[in-house]
């Protein structure tokens, strides 16, 4: 559930609490039954956050956790929420696996977006890190990296998702900016290479990222 509170946070607050209870707005139909979801929870939860300038305040937020067949768990928030992701039995990101770490370096293709650097490091089942570039008015952009892999997904109700490479970015030293997802089907792994669609906040790209040392 923790993972549910960071892509809509952006951070892990103290003091979390969680409070659960089944059913909420999805309806687990006999078709949707059949299709491996087995129960579904609205979720609240509530913590304590400090701002930039370290000033405590009271943070709260909802989402719905579908618990599928599989025993994996789909969490998602509304529609066009950054939140629509799959997390195992034992709380990690359902990935498959993929090694992405290393430091990705490059340009769009008109070089308005130039010094793009990405760099992933392990973090548990995904990879976590900065983005960082600079954009068309000479201004440096940083950005922090909650999440990059590629989705694993066996249940039917969620199969559609299987493959999808998920990316996630929070503006750095921004803790009030939610955090953004990249669009579907704007992240293409290539061989020592990623090819980027979109750039936080809102940017649409062409751009390929190398890997150094590639």
Known sequence: MEHGVLLLQGSIPAQLTFSANEGGDYDVTPAVRANGVEASFAVTWRGVDRTTGGRAEDVSGSFTALKLASGAWQLFAGAGDVL?????????????????????????????????????????????????????????QTFRVLGFHRVAAADVAVRHMDGRME????????????????????????????????????????????????
């Open 84 to 140: 629509n992701t799959l997390c195992t039995s034992d709380g990690t990101f359902s990935t498959h696996g993929e090694d992405f770490a290393g430091v990705y370096v490059g340009a769009t293709e008109r070089g308005d977006y130039r010094d793009i650097r990405l760099e992933l490091q392990h973090s548990g089942r995904t990879h976590a890190g900065t983005l960082r570039y600079t954009n068309p008015w000479g201004e440096v």
């Open 167 to 214: 990316f996630w970015a929070q503006e750095e030293g921004s803790s009030h900016r939610r955090p953004m997802a990249a669009p579907a089907q704007t992240v293409q792994v290539r061989t020592e290479a990623i090819s980027l669609g979109w750039l936080p906040p809102r940017q649409s790209v062409a751009v390929t990222l190398h890997r150094k040392g590639g």
